[in-house]
């Protein structure tokens, strides 16, 4: 039996020179990376043109490896509608009055939804707020290990709530907290799912004294909202209100003096805003684009078996400009190239099925290659994939992701093997075969946190390859010049011999369901 090895001229007694599996090449893989994540490609939207232009490529990129379409109507792509940016109607309003004080605030300019009860019809209004009773929390955090809770002591049923943006003490490295990381509860999400679950109608969310320069760096926020809106969907309006915009009113009520306080001691002092009030009208609707799944296949080399199949795919659409896809949403209006998320597992893809065609004779079941749209919307392409796919789910044996695997310097991270632990041979095998050159590491995020989900909803054995989260990570920063191009490379082989492995099987792998 032939290996996919990396390193060519080495001896192996029996075998001789021409038994060796070619190379995953780093070179073609970079080269793919650098396509997929460069400026050019603008992040990969969803719904985007140049998302599109991704989809053109990698399906060339498939007929010219030797597979053959497994598409929609004998062609190459899997279109799907998702839900991708809103549609802004007329008659947006937001004010904040306090007694006979009043300031009205524009969309796009100076505040902009994060989150929203978006519906499909911008003549119909999404939300209304007619003078809701405005209360302050703080900023927004119940962090139950500390003991600390700005929920605690006020009722905030159907009221709407204001709120500092990030936490007290953030930059105190002996703060009880976190020192100096954010605790996770700091998250916008975060903080408005709180206030749903508290009863509030309304969270609106202004930047803490200690970071008045936020909305200067947050303008490409307002800019990029006005210019390509987006939200997420969410029952309650979750809103970013510029601070100097607001600073009359925080002065009337003290809100950044009490603010300093709570920094000092981490007591909380939410409370009653006296005379203030929210009326908020929002008309937003739901875009619903068209994207691609990209499909090849490589029959089987036995008759009887190629009726089965594994599934190897991975996502290849990104976070476009950032907006509340990205960790720094400060940097909206920047290009999230994602090199890393996911041109990277996208690469190894292709790259795969290259060497799976140079040596199909190896591969009994067919091989199905997936590159997944709508992944960053919530695994939209993969759940497309799963409800139609090339080769019926009931026919397909296993599955094999591909998420984020371009920074390895020498590991991997495999997950999913708990649902299937007779797989584990077959990666030990394959791990075996290509000489062991990563270390197989059991640390990543588990089963089920990328396109492996839509899999094993089916009941369909799925193992996730990763080599782990970075600081670049759903960042601008995230660019081809970090890849370890070597290290994709040896990722692809080793998830490529697993391939074979299963292909190669007496038996089906079992599926052990996992635990919600």
């Known amino acids: 039996m032939r290996r ?3 390193i060519v001229g080495v001896l192996l007694v029996g075998a001789s020179a021409a038994a060796l599996a070619p190379d995953i090449e780093p070179d073609q893989l970079l080269a793919h990376i650098k396509f997929l994540s460069s400026d050019e490609l603008k992040g990969r939207a969803n719904g985007s043109p140049e998302l599109e232009r991704a989809a053109d ?3 060339a990129q498939f007929k010219s490896a030797g597979l053959q379409p497994g598409g929609d109507n004998g062609s190459w792509f899997q279109s799907f509608e998702l839900e991708a940016g809103l549609t802004v109607g007329r008659d947006n309003r937001l004010s904040i009055a306090r007694d006979g004080q009043r300031i009205s ?3 796009g300019t100076s505040y902009f939804p994060v989150a929203a009860p978006i519906n499909d019809a911008p003549a119909v209004a999404s939300a209304e707020l007619q003078k ?14 500390v003991g600390y809770d700005d929920y605690a002591k006020i009722d905030v049923t159907n009221k709407a709530v204001l709120i500092f943006s990030h936490e007290p003490q953030e930059r105190d490295p002996n703060s009880k907290f976190n020192g100096t990381r954010p605790v996770p509860q700091t998250t916008v999400n975060a903080k408005a799912s709180l206030a749903r679950q508290h009863g509030a109608r309304a969270l609106l969310v202004v930047s803490d004294p200690s970071h008045q320069r936020d909305d200067a760096q947050a303008q490409g926020q307002y800019a990029l909202f006005a210019g390509d809106p987006d939200a997420e969907s969410q029952p309650i309006p979750v809103l970013r209100v510029r601070r100097d915009e607001m600073q009359p009113l925080l002065d009337a ?4 003096a009490i603010a300093k306080q709570i920094d000092k001691d981490l007591e909380p002092r939410s409370r009653p805003l006296p005379g203030g009030t929210v009326t908020y009208v929002e008309h937003l609707s739901h875009n619903r684009r068209i994207v691609r799944n990209v499909v090849g296949v490589l029959p089987g080399s036995d008759r009887q078996q190629a009726k089965e199949a594994v599934v190897i795919g991975g996502h290849y659409d990104h976070v476009g400009l950032g907006g509340r896809l990205s960790v720094v949403p400060e940097r909206t209006g920047e290009i999230h190239n994602g090199a890393d998320d996911n041109a990277s597992g996208t690469s190894a893809v292709m790259e795969m099925a290259k060497a799976a065609v140079s040596q199909r004779e190896r591969f009994p079941r067919t091989l199905v290659f997936v590159a997944f749209a709508g992944e960053e919307r919530g695994l939209l392409g993969s759940a497309y994939y799963a409800g139609k796919p090339a080769i019926p789910m009931d026919n ?8 984020m695997v371009g920074r390895a310097n020498g590991g991997v991270d495999v997950s999913g093997l708990d649902l299937s632990p007779s797989m584990e041979a077959d990666l030990k095998a394959a791990a075996a075969a290509t000489g062991d050159q990563l270390k197989i590491r059991r640390e990543g995020p588990g089963a089920g946190r990328s396109d492996d989900s839509s899999f094993i909803d089916k009941r369909v054995p799925a193992i996730n390859f990763f080599t782990g989260f970075h600081t670049d990570y759903h960042r601008p920063g995230d660019d081809w010049e970090k890849i370890d191009a070597r290290g994709v490379s040896r990722v692809a082989a080793l998830a490529l011999e697993f391939a074979a492995r299963l292909a190669e099987r007496n038996n089906r792998p079992e599926f052990v369901a996992p635990k919600r």
């Open 105 to 107: 605030l524009t969309i």
């Open 57 to 59: 490529y990698i399906a």
């Open 132 to 145: 809701v009773e405005l209360v302050f929390a703080g900023y927004g955090l119940a962090v139950p290990s």
């Open 396 to 403: 397909t044996i296993g599955m094999i992701n591909l998420d």
């Open 253 to 256: 009520w003290g809100l950044d």
């Open 4 to 6: 996919f090895v990396l």
